[in-house]
């Protein structure tokens, strides 16, 4: 089984970052996607729910605002709950592992507040995931 989302889309809010009872860092916003019917033509636009934890929910609200267009990878979540009128109800949200700019400094406003450098991207892996290739080493590519 497959559960993977990429997304890309505009938020439609400032991100708040909230902190659980335990200390966990947590924040939920909502971005804007369009959604195509025919060749080139967007019909409609779909808000999507989104949640992020730890690292990733504070990369996202330090550096991303109410308009920024943002990139996603995550798996989608339902949780079913009760209404105040008691009836059951399901509830869509992705959970973002990954965000990164999609947009360049000068399409929208990236730098953090005080004039940080906004970095490129923000996963939760690990930096090990990828090893070094020799600058001289492109005599064994097959291209």
């Given at each position: 089984?497959?559960?993977?989302?990429?997304?890309?889309?505009?938020?439609?809010?400032?991100?708040?970052?909230?902190?659980?009872?335990?200390?966990?860092s947590?924040?939920?916003?909502?971005?804007?996607?369009?959604?195509r019917?025919?060749?080139?033509?967007?019909?409609?636009?779909?808000?999507?729910?989104?949640?992020?934890w730890?690292?990733?929910?504070?990369?996202?609200?330090?550096?991303?605002?109410?308009?920024?267009?943002?990139?996603?990878?995550?798996?989608?979540?339902?949780?079913?709950?009760?209404?105040?009128?008691?009836?059951?109800?399901?509830?869509?949200?992705?959970?973002?592992?990954?965000?990164?700019?999609?947009?360049?400094?000068?399409?929208?406003?990236?730098?953090?507040?005080?004039?940080?450098?906004?970095?490129?991207?923000?996963?939760?892996?690990?930096?090990?995931?990828?090893?070094?290739v020799?600058?001289?080493?492109?005599?064994?590519l097959?291209?």
């Amino acid at each position: 089984m497959f559960n993977l989302v990429v997304l890309t889309g505009r938020l439609t809010a400032d991100p708040e970052l909230k902190t659980t009872p335990n200390g966990v860092s947590v924040t939920s916003f909502s971005i804007a996607v369009g959604r195509r019917y025919r060749s080139g033509e967007t019909a409609e636009t779909d808000f999507i729910n989104l949640v992020a934890w730890r690292q990733t929910a504070e990369f996202i609200t330090k550096y991303f605002h109410k308009g920024s267009m943002i990139g996603i990878e995550g798996s989608i979540q339902t949780r079913r709950y009760t209404d105040k009128e008691g009836h059951n109800r399901t509830a869509f949200e992705v959970v973002v592992n990954n965000a990164q700019f999609v947009e360049s400094k000068r399409d929208g406003n990236t730098s953090a507040p005080g004039g940080q450098e906004a970095p490129a991207s923000f996963s939760n892996t690990t930096g090990n995931d990828f090893t070094e290739v020799a600058a001289d080493a492109d005599d064994d590519l097959p291209f």
